[in-house]
């Protein structure tokens, strides 16, 4: 008998393994439901690896940054064909066509350029702002003696039981 349950025990845990376990893929698959992934690095005209490089996928409100090697990801993408905006301060803006096809990874390498165009100045200015206050609560005045000798005057000793004052 006791062995009888113990074979049911088993039977039961193996198909709730098998459950847990299974139940993530298929609703994956459920998520992407036919979607593809760009998946790219972007380096600079040297061939280093652009870090914190804003990449768009146009027609979509999707914006990754490139991680430290250059390397970015957009996941989930239906298929049909989009335009990657590139952008770093100092290099030239890039747009490169990608076609995204089902259930695959589209791969893209970008190259950046140094551009030559130079930023303008820039200048801040403020004016008086007629909301904050001129005065707090929280600002007292000192006196300049105070200021002078910020540390208490010490007193002698008695000198016959060497305590201060008696």
Known sequence: MHRKYCKQICKLLFILTLIIFSTPVIFANDIEDGNGTIKGKVTTSDGSAAA?????????????????????????????????????????EVLQEVTVIEKTTTSVAIQLTVTNKQLEEVIVSASNNKLTKKESDYVAK??????????????QACSHCL????
């Open 142 to 155: 000192m006196s300049l003696k105070n200021l002078e000798n910020p540390q208490p005057e010490q007193q």
């Open 163 to 166: 305590l201060t004052p008696c």
């Open 52 to 92: 914190a490089v804003s990449v768009k996928l146009k027609g979509s409100k999707k914006v990754v940054a490139t991680e430290d090697d250059g390397t970015f990801i957009f996941k989930n993408i239906k298929p049909g064909n989009y335009q990657l905006e590139v952008s770093l301060v100092g290099y030239e």
